[in-house]
């Protein structure tokens, strides 16, 4: 029952984690909590942290970034494919947290807890699947 909530809670968490930066981007968490608050700002950030790719490149960057959040934000909410979602989403949280530091330094990746999402993402890949997932009843022999 521990390793049931333990999984549920990881898969949980990082998908709302997900799901709340991407709203956040879209406009939809009202301006005093906000980091961004709207796409345009979201593509500045963007820029600001990945200054080595042309700005022609920053729309669909963000667009594809933001398109593979809620992907795994979903899979990882049902618990559907929930160890290939999680290794994607630590190598996903590890290149943010890098460009993060190579651009504007570490504090914000560790303010942010980047580092700590990217290896708690790795250590659910590593979990057996809970009882409250897709997976569990997918692969459970009937």
């Given amino acids: 029952m521990k390793h049931n ?4 809670g990881l898969r949980v968490s990082l998908a709302v984690a997900y799901l709340s930066a991407v709203a956040d ?34 729309e669909p960057l963000a667009l594809g970034v933001s398109g593979l959040e809620v992907l795994l934000a979903l899979g990882l909410l049902f618990g559907f494919k929930t160890r290939g979602c999680a290794i994607i989403s ?10 993060m530091t190579f651009s504007t330094g570490v504090k914000g990746a560790f303010d942010f807890s980047v580092f700590t ?4 993402s790795w250590a659910l890949a590593k979990l057996k699947t809970d009882a409250w997932g897709l997976d569990y009843y997918l692969h459970k022999k009937l």
């Fill in 5 to 8: 909530v333990v999984t549920f």
């Fill in 25 to 58: 981007r879209l406009g939809y968490w009202p301006q005093p909590v906000s980091v961004w608050g709207n796409w345009a700002n979201f593509k500045s950030y963007t820029q600001l942290i990945n200054p080595w790719f042309p700005s022609s490149w920053i």
């Fill in 90 to 99: 630590g190598v996903l949280l590890l290149l943010f947290a890098l460009a």
């Fill in 117 to 120: 999402a990217a290896f708690g």
